[in-house]
Structures are given as structure tokens and as C-alpha cells.
């Protein structure tokens, strides 16, 4: 982890065959919240040959994600538990 300031914003960093930034933000909109998320991943070596199949792989994964995410965080909220924006 490169930065942490919880709850509004995350950044790490780590190297090897694909080298990644991922950044998180969290920002209040009312009563609510808003991620965004960015994803920067560059491929070294030999792994720059699967790396356009890597991504079409990894964006399906991360979408899917964010809808379980998602999810959950409107069934606890349904059910009277605590809101994260809360904190």
C-alpha cells in the first residue's frame, strides 16, 4: 500500500510481469456515496504478448465485482445495519 486515507481514498503500487497503480476514491454525493476506481497495469516482458487477453479478463472480473460489491452494501443497508458512509 502506497497511501491509505480511510474511508475517501487508496493507492498501491507493486511491480513484476504486469506492473499496476490502483487507485480508489470514495466520495460523498448527499446521502450517499460514490467509488471510482482506476486501474493502470502495464505489462514488462514476456507477459506484453497475453496481456490484451489479460485485460478483456480482468475488466469482466472487476465489473462483476463492483456489482457484488455493490450488493452487499445495499442488503446491509436494507436491513437496518450500519452505513459505511456513516463512518
Known amino acids: 500500500m502506497l497511501e491509505f486515507d480511510r474511508p475517501r481514498r ?3 503500487v507493486n511491480d ?7 487507485t480508489g476514491n470514495v466520495d ?6 460514490r467509488l471510482t476506481f482506476e486501474f ?3 505489462p514488462t516482458g514476456w507477459f ?3 496481456f490484451p ?10 465489473k ?10 445495499e442488503r446491509q443497508i436494507a436491513a437496518g445495519g450500519p452505513n ?3 463512518q
Open 10 to 12: 487508496w493507492v498501491s
Open 16 to 22: 513484476g510481469p504486469i506492473a499496476v497503480r490502483a
Open 28 to 33: 460523498a454525493e448527499g446521502d450517499k456515496s
Open 40 to 42: 493502470d497495469a502495464r
Open 48 to 50: 506484453r504478448v497475453v
Open 53 to 62: 487477453l489479460f485485460m478483456l479478463m480482468m475488466r469482466k472480473q472487476e
Open 64 to 73: 462483476a465485482n463492483m456489482t457484488h460489491l455493490r450488493e452487499a452494501l
Open 84 to 86: 459505511p458512509g456513516d
